[in-house]
């Protein structure tokens, strides 16, 4: 089995057997963006707790690639630091730019490394992250208001 073979199982897993879909009874984080070139739409909702994600829950639907990255993105972001999330989401990212890099903190979501070669697909790749990367940002501008 070749690597992308490998991968496009990882893929189609993620997408069949999504984790973390759902959504959170009092989320301190949600957002939601649509990809029109794809009609892709995903809404990522987090708890947040001592500057961790303590639970985190994807929502929405579109193409495989969406879905499956938005799976893995929640499972790679549960219960880790904000700056960790915040670097994990940069270095996804770079990933999906094409930039030569270290990917293995990512875990499973390296499968997704060939769709950089697909620039129509990159932006179905990267949703859920920019989901989460723009959530969290709202989130840091709110609490700086003193909310
Ligand atoms: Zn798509």
């Given at each position: 089995?070749?690597?992308?073979d490998?991968?496009q199982?990882?893929?189609m ?6 984790r973390?879909?759902?959504e959170?009874?009092?989320p ?23 500057g961790r994600?303590?639970?985190?829950r ?7 690639i ?17 700056a ?6 940069e270095r996804f990212l ?10 293995k ?24 992250w ?5 959530g969290?940002r709202?989130?840091?501008?709110g ?5």
């Open positions: 089995m070749s690597l992308g490998l991968y199982e990882v893929i897993d993620h997408y069949a057997r999504p973390n879909r759902g959170l009874p009092a301190d984080v949600s957002f939601e963006l649509h990809n029109p070139v794809c009609g892709d739409r995903i809404r990522v909702q987090a708890r947040l707790e001592d994600v303590a639970d985190v994807f929502s929405g639907q579109g193409c495989s969406s879905q499956a990255s938005a799976s893995m993105m929640t499972q790679l972001v549960k219960g880790k630091g904000l960790d999330v915040r670097g994990l989401i770079a990933m999906m730019k094409g930039e030569a890099g270290d990917y903190p990512l875990g499973e979501a390296q499968a997704l490394q060939g769709v950089a070669r697909f620039p129509v697909r990159i932006k179905c790749a990267t949703l859920a920019h989901v989460l990367e723009e969290l709202r989130h840091e501008e609490a700086a208001d003193g909310r």
